[in-house]
Nanobody, 127 residues
Framework: QVQLVESGGGLVQAGGSLRLSCAAS????????MGWFRQGPGKEREFVAAIIGGASSTYYSDSVKGRFTISRDNAKNTIFLQMNSLKPEDTAVYYCAANARGSFGYWIFLARNFNSWGQGTQVTVSS
């Protein structure tokens, strides 16, 4: 079992930036898949970004592509989500997730396919 702890959320004005971190402990998946999802008020949890395997292939939702960057530091068992040009519609609780599988498939876009989750960190973007 892997434990995930997110940090870095907060309140920021539109156009600003935040950097989220997710520290993993326990059984870690340096060759697996790590993802970021978010859940806004009254909405379902949605895919934001994922980073896969030793090659660190990255994938993004269309809504954040070009503004957000996911990265990982395997030595520190930590992944990051750099969020730039933030918009009010980015307001949500952001969750880090992990899966031992280390190959791409459409499964990465669905929250139900990840079996380890952090507690979430709130990101609020004011207009």
């Amino acid at each position: 079992q892997v434990q995930l702890v997110e940090s870095g959320g907060g309140l920021v004005q539109a156009g600003g930036s935040l950097r989220l971190s997710c520290a993993a402990s326990g059984r870690t998946f340096s060759s697996g898949t790590m993802g970021w999802f978010r859940q806004g008020p009254g909405k379902e949890r949605e895919f934001v970004a994922a980073i896969i395997g030793g090659a660190s292939s990255t994938y993004y939702s269309d809504s954040v592509k070009g503004r957000f960057t996911i990265s990982r530091d395997n030595a520190k068992n930590t992944i990051f989500l750099q969020m730039n040009s933030l918009k009010p519609e980015d307001t949500a609780v952001y969750y880090c997730a992990a899966n031992a599988r280390g190959s791409f498939g459409y499964w990465i876009f669905l929250a139900r396919n990840f079996n380890s989750w952090g507690q979430g960190t709130q990101v609020t973007v004011s207009s």
